[in-house]
């Protein structure tokens, strides 16, 4: 008999268990709770939206709309629950959570092939398929026995994140490529402040409100090198200036000035287009992220693909650990799904459960499994995660600047409207021909 383990009846692990069951897998899946709690999640029930009700925008010109699509087209099983149980809410694909949760557990509990077993599992078992999905509060027990099995180095618990932009955002005129002291190629974009420019963004760094942080994450500790930027600022006004803000070796060859300040961009995407600010994790509220970040010389337009945040959020380290497939690099038999592997979302963890589930099946009928397009967003988002080249790894949502670079005139990359246009219907057409060649 074809038997799965799936560790976590959340979002991605419910998905996953539909996915292995429509094509006549069992599939025995934990679920922890009401046994063990996580702090978050109120009810019994399997697929429960922890805190908002809306999946954000079902416009296929929306990043995350895009997804949604790609889950209707790849046979999600979830998105139809969804449609059921959707609530009015302007243009936001938003549910009655409660309802969704419950036709989502009947749902399972009614098929052949899944058996619900509420305990915890503290360990993962090796010698068997399994799917992980137990999210971004998995058990201190889990948690420990992942880092075991990837490596110390490989599980991260609270993420510090700096928010990411996109390079076509920004006002070359008044930003350079340089490395500081002009060491190697001129990989790092440089955004120059003079004293009233940044005694300006200062004011608004020192005086805009934070995001609270929830009961559970209040012993949260970050690291001294990781420390939110809002925090340093507040050591005293210079303190930036010679730590992240720092602008020695920075000269801008076009001015020859040393300035008072620079902010640094790092790549953070293959293909260059995304990049994060340097030292700029943050709990400012996103409106103040807005306003600071707009602040800056160079980033007047920005358009912010992912805030900074910083919350409680177990999640692996998918570039040294998975391939775009969601399978283990380090045991064939494990695979990872949901947020846990540093994509981030309600839409974007049912989308991962999905495409687990679909490979899981593949791997236990030994089939080649699917690495999804880049032109799509699904596969551009588990290409991203599993990129080897990332520095330093945090959790991305669905966003265009992750998708392969296509080509189009300045002017069309300035119409933001037409631009999506073009992204979303390469990826329809890509998915649609990429299905059809994979039956
Ligand atoms: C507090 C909070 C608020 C969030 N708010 C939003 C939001 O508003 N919008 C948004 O898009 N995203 C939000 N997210 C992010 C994310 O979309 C959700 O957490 C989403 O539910 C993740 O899906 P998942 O399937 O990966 O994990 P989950 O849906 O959390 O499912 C994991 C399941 O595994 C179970 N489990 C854990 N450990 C074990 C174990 N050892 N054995 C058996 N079962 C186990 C858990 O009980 C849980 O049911 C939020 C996250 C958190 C933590």
């Known amino acids: 008999m074809k038997k799965v383990i799936i560790i976590g009846g959340g979002l991605a692990g419910s998905e996953a268990a539909l996915q292995l069951a429509k094509r006549e897998i069992y599939v025995d899946l934990y679920e922890m709770r009401p046994n063990k709690e996580t702090g978050a999640h109120k009810t019994e029930n399997l697929a429960e939206f922890v805190c908002s009700n809306s999946l954000g925008s079902y416009d296929i010109t929306n990043a995350s709309g895009l997804l949604k699509h790609e889950m209707e087209e790849l046979g999600g099983e979830l998105i139809k629950i969804v449609f059921e149980?959707?609530?009015?809410?302007?243009?936001?694909?938003?549910?009655?959570?409660?309802?969704f949760s419950q036709k989502v557990t009947q749902k399972i509990e009614e098929n052949q092939y899944i058996n619900i077993i509420r305990e915890?599992?503290?360990?993962?078992?090796?010698?068997?398929?399994?799917?992980?999905?137990?999210?971004?509060?998995?058990?201190?027990?889990?948690s420990?026995?992942?880092?075991?099995?990837?490596?110390?180095?490989?599980?991260?618990?609270?993420?510090?994140?700096?928010?990411?932009?996109?390079?076509?955002?920004?006002?070359?005129?008044?930003?350079?490529?340089?490395?500081?002291?002009?060491?190697?190629?001129?990989?790092?974009?440089?955004?120059?402040?003079?004293?009233?420019?940044?005694?300006?963004?200062?004011?608004?760094?020192i005086n805009a409100p934070k995001i609270e942080l929830k009961s559970f994450e209040k012993n949260a500790k970050f690291f001294e090198s990781c420390l939110p930027i809002e925090v340093l600022a507040?050591?005293?006004?210079?303190?930036?200036?010679?730590?992240?803000?720092?602008?020695?070796?920075?000269?801008?060859?076009?001015t020859g000035v040393e300035n008072y300040a620079v902010v640094q961009l790092r790549q953070d995407n293959k293909s260059a287009s995304l990049y994060n600010l340097v030292g700029f994790q943050t709990n400012l509220k996103w409106g103040s992220q807005k306003e600071?970040?707009?602040?800056?010389?160079?980033?007047?337009?920005?358009?912010?693909?992912?805030?900074?945040?910083?919350?409680?959020?177990?999640?692996?380290?998918?570039?040294?650990?998975?391939?775009?497939?969601?399978?283990?690099?380090?045991?064939?038999?494990?695979?990872?799904?949901g947020q846990l592997t540093g994509t981030e979302g309600y839409t974007e963890s049912i989308a991962s459960g999905l495409l687990a589930g679909i490979n899981m099946a593949r791997y236990i009928n030994e089939k080649?499994?699917?690495?999804l397009p880049q032109e799509t967003i699904l596969g551009a988002l588990t290409h991203y995660i599993s990129f080897e080249g990332h520095t330093s790894f945090q959790p991305i949502n669905s966003n265009w600047g992750i998708l392969a670079?296509?080509?189009?005139?300045?002017?069309?990359?300035?119409?933001?409207?037409?631009?999506?246009?073009?992204?979303a219907n390469r990826a329809t057409n890509t998915l649609k021909k990429f299905i059809e060649e994979h039956k």
């Open 85 to 99: 149980t959707q609530v009015p809410a302007g243009g936001a694909l938003a549910i009655d959570r409660e309802l």
């Open 120 to 142: 915890e599992i503290t360990e993962i078992p090796t010698d068997t398929p399994v799917i992980i999905a137990s999210g971004p509060l998995t058990s201190d027990s889990l």
């Open 144 to 205: 420990n026995n992942i880092k075991e099995f990837l490596g110390e180095e490989y599980l991260h618990f609270f993420d510090a994140i700096a928010p990411i932009i996109e390079k076509d955002s920004i006002d070359f005129e008044k930003a350079f490529y340089l490395n500081r002291y002009n060491k190697g190629d001129a990989d790092y974009i440089n955004c120059p402040m003079n004293k009233e420019e940044y005694e300006k963004f200062y004011n608004i760094l």
């Open 234 to 254: 507040s050591r005293g006004v210079d303190t930036l200036r010679y730590g992240p803000l720092k602008p020695v070796g920075l000269v801008d060859e076009r």
């Open 292 to 337: 600071l970040l707009q602040s800056i010389p160079g980033l007047e337009n920005v358009s912010i693909v992912r805030y900074g945040v910083m919350h409680r959020n177990t999640f692996i380290n998918s570039p040294r650990v998975l391939n775009p497939t969601l399978q283990s690099r380090k045991n064939p038999n494990i695979f990872f799904a």
């Open 368 to 371: 080649e499994l699917i690495e």
């Open 405 to 423: 670079e296509m080509e189009m005139d300045k002017k069309t990359r300035k119409n933001k409207k037409l631009k999506n246009e073009l992204l």
